[in-house]
C-alpha cells in the first residue's frame, strides 16, 4: 500500500503544471525542507501519524506556509509558462497513445499504467526522466513493475545546435581557441541533462567536454520544487501520508538531482576517487579520467578521454590481458573498499561505467551518481558480508534486520531460509551476452540479458523477501547491492570458475589497519 501511494503522487505531479510556482517579491526563507537523509526519512515512516488535519498545530501550518514560499522563491517565475505547455503536450500525447480513436493506420496500445506512467516521464524532459531513473533504482520503494517499466526510461534527446554548445563553453571557459585545439562538433552523446563532445586541449591531451543544457538548472529546480510541495501538502492534509514518509522520499529526489547539475561536484568526486586509489597503491591498476580545473565550472566538465571495453566484452578483454579474472577481482576490491573507506560509493557501475582500457587497466567512469552509507547501515552490511562469506543465512537475516525498519516481530529463522533460497536463485543465473559495440568515445555499449532486467529482478526478490518478512530497508542498501549483483555477474563471465567464498583474493584491499569482506 505505502508504494502505489508514492506512484499516485508521481503521476498527480506529473500530470500537473509548474504553474504554481511564481516568484514573491519576498527575500530567500532558511528552511530545512530537503529531507535527504535516509535515516530521517525512516524515523519518519515510524513516528505515530495524526489522523485528522484538524489535529495539525499552528507551528506545523506555519512550517508548511514557509516552505511553499520558498519553494515558489527558487522555482523562480520563468518556468510556469513553458512548464505548462510542455506538460499539457506531453499528456495529450500519452492519452493518444491509449486511445481508441487513431490515425488510420495506427492502432491504440493495450493501457497499462507503467508504460502509460513512463511514456509521459520521457516526455516531460529532463525532471522526469530522472525521476523515472530514480524509480528504477529504487525497489524498496516502488512497486515490482514499475521498477521494471522504468527500467526502459530513455535518456537520450536530439542534440543541441553546435552554436549553442559553442556559446555555453566559451562563456563558462572563455575563448575556445584559447584552450582548445579542437572540438567535434558532433556530440559523442546527448541527455536529458548535458551532452558530450569530444575534443583536444592545446598542450595536446585528448579529452571529452561535458556541457550542461540551457536553463536545465531553472527547470529542474521548478519541477523538483513543485513535487517536494505535493507531497508536504498531501502530509498535511492527510497525515497518514506521514506514513509513507513522501515528502521525505521527494526530498531525496530533490537533493540527488540538483547534485547532478553541479559539475564541479562531479569533479570533486572523480578526484577524491582518484586521491583514493593513490592512497590505497592502486593508481598502477585502477584509474578514474583526470579532470582540467581550467576548463571546468558549474555547468561543463572537462576530463581525460579513457578508452577502453566494457568488463561484459570477455573476448576484447582477452586481447588485452590473459587473467580477466585478476582484472574484475582488482576492478570488485576496488570498488568495495572504496565502499568502506570513502563517504560516498559508486552507485551506478553498469557495463558502460567500469571499463578495461588498453593499457589493462580498470577505468571507472561518471561519477554522477553517488551513494552514501550511514553509519548504521555501514556496520550492518559489514555483518552481512562476513554472514554472507561463512554462508550464515541467519547471520544475514540479522544483519537486514540491524539495518532496516520494522515494526512488527520478525522469525530470524524463516527470514534466513529466505535469504537462502534467493541466494541459490542468483547462482543458478548465467550470462548471455548478445551483443557489444564500441561507441565513438572509446566506451562499450553492450546488450546482455542480465545487465539490467535481471540485476533489478534479482533486486526486486531480495527486497521481496526483506518486505514479506517485515522489514522496510533504506534506499542507500538498495543502491549497494544492485552494484555488487553488476559485479557478480562480471565475475560469471570474466571468472566462472572461481570460488568467491574461499579464493584469498576475494577480500578487499588492505584499508587503514584493517581488512574487509567482499560483497558479492
Known amino acids: 500500500m505505502v508504494k502505489y501511494k508514492l506512484i499516485a503522487l508521481l503521476a498527480a505531479v506529473a500530470s500537473a503544471t509548474s504553474a504554481a510556482f511564481v516568484s514573491p517579491a519576498l527575500p530567500p526563507i532558511h528552511s530545512n525542507f530537503a529531507l535527504s537523509s535516509t535515516r530521517s526519512s525512516t524515523s519518519t515512516s515510524t513516528s505515530r501519524a495524526k489522523k485528522s488535519v484538524r489535529e495539525r498545530t499552528s507551528e506545523e501550518a506555519v512550517s508548511l506556509i514557509r516552505d511553499v514560499v520558498q519553494a515558489a522563491f527558487?522555482?523562480?517565475p520563468r518556468a510556469a509558462p513553458s512548464r505548462t505547455l510542455q506538460a499539457y503536450i506531453a499528456i495529450s500525447r500519452t492519452l493518444q497513445d491509449f486511445s481508441p480513436i487513431q490515425r488510420p493506420g495506427r492502432q491504440a496500445e493495450e493501457f497499462s499504467a507503467p508504460v502509460a506512467l513512463r511514456k509521459l516521464f520521457e516526455r516531460l524532459g529532463a525532471t522526469?526522466?530522472?525521476?523515472?531513473?530514480?524509480?528504477?533504482?529504487?525497489?524498496?520503494?516502488?512497486?515490482?513493475?514499475?521498477?521494471?517499466?522504468?527500467?526502459?526510461?530513455?535518456?537520450?534527446?536530439?542534440?543541441?545546435?553546435?552554436?549553442?554548445?559553442?556559446?555555453?563553453?566559451?562563456?563558462?571557459?572563455?575563448?575556445?581557441?584559447?584552450?582548445?585545439?579542437?572540438?567535434?562538433?558532433?556530440?559523442?552523446?546527448?541527455?536529458?541533462?548535458?551532452?558530450?563532445?569530444?575534443?583536444?586541449?592545446?598542450?595536446?591531451?585528448?579529452?571529452?567536454?561535458?556541457?550542461?543544457?540551457?536553463?536545465i538548472d531553472n527547470l529542474l529546480k521548478a519541477d523538483l520544487n513543485f513535487i517536494y510541495i505535493a507531497s508536504r501538502v498531501l502530509e498535511f492534509l492527510q497525515p497518514d501520508f506521514e506514513r509513507t514518509?513522501?515528502?521525505?522520499?521527494?526530498?531525496?529526489?530533490k537533493s540527488s538531482m540538483l547534485e547532478e547539475l553541479d559539475f564541479e561536484k562531479e569533479a570533486e568526486n572523480i578526484?577524491?576517487?582518484?586521491?583514493?586509489?593513490?592512497?590505497?597503491?592502486?593508481?598502477?591498476?585502477?584509474?578514474?579520467?583526470?579532470?582540467?580545473?581550467?576548463?571546468?565550472?558549474?555547468?561543463?566538465?572537462?576530463?581525460?578521454?579513457?578508452?577502453?571495453?566494457?568488463m561484459v566484452d570477455a573476448e576484447s578483454i582477452r586481447t588485452i590481458t590473459n587473467d580477466p579474472e585478476s582484472l574484475i577481482i582488482t576492478a570488485l576490491n576496488t570498488w568495495t573498499t572504496s565502499v568502506m573507506n570513502m563517504p560516498w560509493f559508486h552507485a551506478d557501475v553498469h557495463s558502460g561505467n567500469l571499463l578495461v582500457l588498453d593499457d589493462g587497466r580498470v577505468?571507472?567512469?561518471?561519477?554522477?551518481?553517488?551513494?552514501?552509507?550511514?553509519?548504521?547501515?555501514?556496520?550492518?552490511?559489514?555483518?552481512?558480508?562476513?554472514?554472507?562469506?561463512?554462508?550464515?543465512?541467519?547471520?544475514?537475516?540479522?544483519?537486514?534486520?540491524?539495518?532496516?525498519?520494522?515494526?512488527?516481530?520478525?522469525?530470524?529463522?524463516?527470514?534466513?531460509?529466505?535469504?537462502?533460497?534467493?541466494?541459490?536463485?542468483?547462482?543458478?543465473?548465467?550470462?548471455?551476452?548478445?551483443?557489444?559495440?564500441?561507441?565513438?568515445?572509446?566506451?562499450?555499449?553492450?546488450?546482455i540479458s542480465f545487465d539490467e532486467n535481471e540485476v533489478t529482478d534479482m533486486l526486486l526478490k531480495i527486497?521481496?523477501?526483506?518486505?514479506?518478512?517485515?522489514?522496510?530497508?533504506?534506499?542507500?542498501?538498495?543502491?549497494?547491492?544492485?552494484?555488487?549483483?553488476?559485479?557478480?555477474?562480471?565475475?560469471?563471465?570474466?571468472?566462472?570458475?572461481?570460488?568467491?567464498?574461499?579464493?584469498?583474493?576475494?577480500?578487499?584491499?588492505?584499508?587503514?589497519?584493517?581488512?574487509?569482506?567482499v560483497i558479492v
Open 363 to 447: 577505468g571507472f567512469i561518471d561519477f554522477g551518481m553517488v551513494g552514501r552509507v550511514g553509519e548504521k547501515t555501514f556496520n550492518a552490511v559489514s555483518e552481512l558480508s562476513t554472514s554472507m562469506a561463512l554462508g550464515d543465512y541467519e547471520g544475514m537475516a540479522k544483519a537486514l534486520l540491524n539495518m532496516g525498519a520494522t515494526d512488527e516481530d520478525v522469525d530470524v529463522q524463516k527470514f534466513g531460509r529466505d535469504i537462502e533460497q534467493v541466494m541459490n536463485d542468483m547462482a543458478k543465473v548465467s550470462p548471455d551476452t548478445m551483443s557489444v559495440g564500441v561507441s565513438g568515445d572509446g566506451t562499450v555499449q553492450a546488450a
Open 128 to 215: 522526469y526522466i530522472k525521476l523515472g531513473q530514480f524509480v528504477a533504482s529504487s525497489p524498496s520503494l516502488f512497486p515490482k513493475e514499475y521498477v521494471l517499466e522504468f527500467q526502459k526510461c530513455l535518456d537520450s534527446t536530439e542534440p543541441l545546435d553546435w552554436k549553442v554548445v559553442k556559446a555555453i563553453i566559451e562563456k563558462e571557459t572563455g575563448p575556445i581557441n584559447n584552450n582548445f585545439a579542437f572540438i567535434d562538433e558532433t556530440p559523442l552523446a546527448s541527455a536529458s541533462i548535458a551532452q558530450v563532445h569530444a575534443a583536444k586541449l592545446k598542450t595536446g591531451e585528448e579529452v571529452v567536454i561535458k556541457v550542461q543544457k540551457p536553463q
Open 271 to 310: 578526484e577524491e576517487f582518484r586521491e583514493f586509489l593513490r592512497d590505497q597503491g592502486l593508481r598502477d591498476s585502477v584509474t578514474a579520467p583526470r579532470v582540467y580545473r581550467d576548463q571546468t565550472t558549474k555547468k561543463v566538465l572537462t576530463m581525460e578521454r579513457l578508452r577502453g571495453v566494457s
Open 463 to 517: 527486497v521481496d523477501v526483506t518486505e514479506d518478512n517485515g522489514l522496510k530497508l533504506p534506499r542507500e542498501f538498495g543502491l549497494l547491492v544492485k552494484q555488487s549483483l553488476y559485479f557478480d555477474r562480471y565475475l560469471k563471465i570474466l571468472a566462472p570458475d572461481l570460488n568467491t567464498s574461499t579464493d584469498a583474493r576475494m577480500v578487499a584491499l588492505q584499508a587503514a589497519d584493517s581488512k574487509v569482506e
Open 74 to 76: 527558487d522555482a523562480g
Open 245 to 253: 514518509s513522501l515528502s521525505a522520499v521527494a526530498g531525496d529526489v
